[in-house]
């Protein structure tokens, strides 16, 4: 069994880390998302709202997992007998980043890999960051983030 993982802080989640996800899901037998724990970083939005919005947003896809994990994600591979990394990439500008990510990951464990998956010319400008800036600034969200995301967003930045 082909297991991936595919990592990210996800904070929140966008329609383009769903598309990666989906793609990811229908090429290996098991997908576990990771959401990254980075306790120097400050969050937009806690942990524990982002793994439920991520489990709401890919409750459809029955080989999806969602975890957390707060060390080297190469470690938490080898944990769980993955062989495989998944990366999102958007644009040109991601690559060297990701590039620099996965040889140094390959460094510490050749034998897992790094997949890139390019997200659909439709998501290519979608960002955590943007979606973050709009929802602060009382913009609609609701084509950039699945649809739990929106309301949850909605409900604690747009109202009051």
Excluded: W
């Amino acid at each position: 069994m082909k297991t991936a993982i595919y990592p990210g802080s996800f904070d929140p989640i966008t329609k383009g880390h769903l598309d990666v996800l989906k793609r990811a899901a229908d090429i290996f037998d098991k997908v576990i998302i990771v959401v990254s724990v980075n306790m120097n970083k400050k969050s937009f939005l806690p942990l524990e709202d982002r793994v439920m919005l991520i489990k709401q947003a890919c409750k459809d896809l029955e080989n999806v997992e969602v975890d957390t994990f707060g060390g080297l994600t190469i470690e938490y591979a080898k944990q769980k007998n993955a062989n495989v990394l998944i990366r999102g990439l958007r644009a040109v500008s991601d690559f060297e980043y990701e590039m620099q990510l996965s040889q140094a990951n390959s460094a510490l464990a050749s034998d897992i890999h790094t997949v890139f998956l390019i997200t659909k010319p439709k998501y290519n400008f979608i960002s955590s960051g943007t979606v973050r800036e709009i929802a602060l600034m009382h913009g609609d969200i609701s084509k950039f983030v699945p649809e739990p995301v929106a309301k949850y967003l909605e409900n604690k930045y747009m109202k009051g």
